[in-house]
């Protein structure tokens, strides 16, 4: 799980820690930069796979927008510096990249180094690990002729490779922004498999989820879709053409004649959970994710429900997730004295700087009641609330 995110130089972030836990929150006016905080991890995973074409970025949930504007540009020198991203794991990995860019037209983001751990580049890395076991020849015969490593010889091999090995959680990294036309439509697959930052590839992952072997994942899904009240099961007709997708989705409250309607005439909120639920769940989505605005088209008093649902479902399912909201809601589904749940105020300094400010579980005056954090976000207690209203 990641720890520790240092970010210098990417657009309204100047210089930035954060300290993560397995669900984090940010909260913050409009434009104070919670979102930039997501892009820079987004940024960093790109690096992390040597994919920093724009459309890759794009595919990945970062706004892209003119290389020189990707910078802090609260200064002109500014502009042509080189934009710094650092990631701790638990167990002290690290993985640091440099990224460069000559703001000419056409031009891309380059990698200027990074470090995983070491200050020896990863494929230098590969290659001493290698060498130490037999050189390169051994290892062309083990992938060409499928010859066998003995158990000894492949501890020795992993336990050396593991030092070296880049945070596997951040390779897959997305912000996702789930939408309606996609979810309702249930567009074909994006670029990023198995769900694309809108919710592409949903239909195709429910889909997979519902083989026999998979029954149990598409349980689960079921089981938390009963928060809503008027959910009774779904399923994926059997004599659907190759280019149909629909889900037949039952209405308790409907005659048993007419008791499925398919996703098109769903509600929205509806759709976001099945998105959530499916992606917390399975074990094909990324580990480590965000999620802008998790509050989307959702009832407040379901925001919170969700949210404890969420965290319930990342400690057992090993995900580790971010998600922005300006919903209070949000915030009454977090048990702050648990430290792997984490609230933030994302805010601007008077230089117009992003920073953040980690939000304690509050302990309530001598004879007065403890308040819910959403009542302290409304009253301006924790911050995170426009200047000029």
């Given at each position: ?343 933030f105020v994302i805010s601007r300094n008077q230089l117009g700087y992003t920073k953040v400010r980690r939000i304690l579980n509050p302990e309530p005056l001598d004879g007065q009641e403890p308040v819910d954090l959403s009542e302290a976000f409304l009253r301006g207690y924790i911050g995170g609330l426009p200047k000029n209203f």
């Amino acid at each position: 799980m990641l720890k520790e995110v240092r970010i210098e130089n990417y657009k309204s972030i100047q210089k930035l820690k954060l300290e993560l836990g397995r669900v984090t929150v940010l909260i913050g006016e409009n434009g104070c930069g919670k979102s930039n905080i997501l892009e820079a991890i987004a940024l960093a995973s790109a690096a992390a796979n040597d994919k920093l074409d724009n459309e890759f970025l794009a595919a990945r949930g970062i706004r892209v927008t003119e290389p020189r504007f990707m910078r802090s540009a609260f200064e002109k020198e500014n502009l042509d510096k080189d934009i710094s991203i650092e990631l701790r794991q638990n167990n002290k990995k690290q993985f640091s990249c440099i990224l460069q860019n000559d703001n000419s037209p056409y031009s891309q983001w380059i990698s200027k180094n990074f470090l995983v751990n070491t200050e020896t580049s990863l494929k230098e890395a590969v290659m001493l690990v290698i060498q130490k076991h037999g050189g390169i020849d051994k290892f062309t015969s083990v992938l060409e002729e499928k010859t066998e490593l003995s158990e000894q010889e492949w501890l020795n091999f992993k336990k050396d490779a593991e030092s070296f090995i880049p945070i596997l959680d951040l390779n897959k990294f997305i912000i996702y922004s789930p939408e309606n036309l996609a979810l309702r439509t249930f567009e074909k697959e994006g670029q990023i498999q198995p769900l694309g930052i809108n919710g592409e590839g949903l239909f195709k992952l429910i889909s997979f989820l519902s083989f026999d072997k998979n029954q149990d994942k598409l349980n689960q899904i079921k089981k938390k879709l009963q928060l809503i009240d008027w959910f009774k099961d779904f399923e994926i007709p059997q004599n659907l053409a190759a280019m149909q997708t629909s889900l037949q989705i039952t209405d308790r409250y409907l005659d048993t004649d007419l008791s499925y309607f398919d996703q098109r005439s769903s509600n929205e909120g509806f759709l976001f959970l099945l998105f959530y639920f499916t992606l917390f769940i399975s074990d094909l989505t990324p580990n480590f994710f965000a999620i802008d605005n998790i509050d989307a088209s959702l009832n407040p008093r379901l925001c919170r429900r969700l949210i404890e649902e969420l965290v319930e479902l990342a400690k057992n399912n090993d995900k580790q997730v971010i998600l922005t909201t300006h919903n209070p809601a949000v915030l009454d589904g977090l048990d702050l004295d648990d430290d792997e749940q984490r609230l933030f105020v994302i805010s601007r300094n008077q230089l117009g700087y992003t920073k953040v400010r980690r939000i304690l579980n509050p302990e309530p005056l001598d004879g007065q009641e403890p308040v819910d954090l959403s009542e302290a976000f409304l009253r301006g207690y924790i911050g995170g609330l426009p200047k000029n209203f």
